[in-house]
């Protein structure tokens, strides 16, 4: 089973490189659609959004029924509700929705006082204006594509060869195009924690891709797929080391924050592995193979 594996992924790498091809158009057409049927290509938070955050002093609520009974009363309002944690305990609960008007969010504790018995001293209430929610996400994509360009900027200047430095740039591109349409369909609402995963996952993205092209492009000793085998091991030991760890914060880590940042890095090392060892590893020996003809 493994030497068919092996002869597949040796002799067959063209046919294997429609694949990353296939997740790459398939996430952006879940992005156009979302971005067409929401106006919004990533489903955002309320820090990002704009809208409100009720926090209660509650611990013994379901979430489930009390999420269940604000979407039935207030189906306009995007109303989610998630669990506040301390020393791994539930301490509280914040409810997120995209009201901004205090008649509005009054009514909504009208409602929770109904449900929980909520008194007036165990609740608070933070509003985020549409306006500064949509400043806080212009200015994260736009650090989040600077990053992008300042990165392709330095694997340009590092490589100083066309087409496997846009190799770099474009694995890296789909890694994040592939994780954002993944990320949507998980319901999950983007925050600013969000928005710092996806940077750090542009890195974490070239580390594996630099790795290959810098071994299969300046070590001589050695076949091409040798070499290549060889940033496999390297790469994927990598990976899996960093998945052991993001495994153990989601399962063990309570934070709503940490357990976003981990979520999406998962999501992107996963991706990483498709993209760097299928699509990369074909561009590069479609590059090798016209390079070696042309001499």
């Known amino acids: 089973m493994l030497d068919k594996i092996k002869h597949i992924y040796e002799h067959k790498y063209k046919m294997l490189a429609i694949f990353p091809v296939i997740l790459l158009v398939l996430a952006l057409l879940q992005i156009g659609i979302q971005t067409y049927t929401t106006g919004d290509f990533l489903n955002r938070g309320v820090s990002l959004k704009g809208g409100s955050t009720i926090t209660l002093n509650a611990e013994s609520v379901n979430i489930q029924e009390l999420e269940l009974s604000l979407q039935e009363a207030f189906p306009e309002g995007e109303i989610s509700v998630r669990t506040l944690t301390a020393a791994g305990r539930v301490t509280g609960l914040a409810i997120d929705s995209a009201f901004q008007e205090r008649p509005t969010i009054d009514k909504v504790l009208q409602s929770l006082e109904e ?172 590059y090798l193979e016209k390079k070696n003809r042309m001499n």
């Not at 369909?185 to 995963?197: D, E, Q, Y």
């Not at 091409?224 to 496999?232: D, E, F, G, N, P």
């Not at 760890?245 to 979520?263: D, G, H, K, Y």
């Open 115 to 286: 449900t929980v018995d909520l008194q007036q001293s165990e609740y608070n209430v933070e509003i985020v204006g549409a306006a500064l929610g949509a400043s806080f996400f212009r200015q994260a994509g736009l650090a989040l594509l600077f990053s992008f360009v300042l990165m392709a900027i330095v694997v340009l200047l590092y490589f100083r060869l066309w087409i496997p430095s846009l190799a770099v740039i474009v694995c890296a591109f789909s890694d994040i195009v592939v994780t954002m349409a993944i990320f949507n369909l998980t319901g999950v609402r983007l925050s600013t924690a969000g928005v710092a995963a996806f940077l750090m996952l542009i890195g974490y993205s070239i580390d594996t891709d630099i790795l290959l092209t810098s071994r299969v492009l300046h070590r001589k000793e050695g076949t091409v797929m040798s070499r290549i085998y060889s940033s496999i091991s390297t790469g994927l030991t990598m990976t899996i080391t960093t998945l052991a760890v993001v495994a153990v914060a989601l399962i063990f880590v309570q934070s709503e924050t940490i357990r976003q940042i981990m979520l999406i890095i998962m999501i992107g090392m996963i991706v990483d592995m498709i993209m760097t060892w299928i699509q990369n590893v074909a561009i590069l020996r479609l």
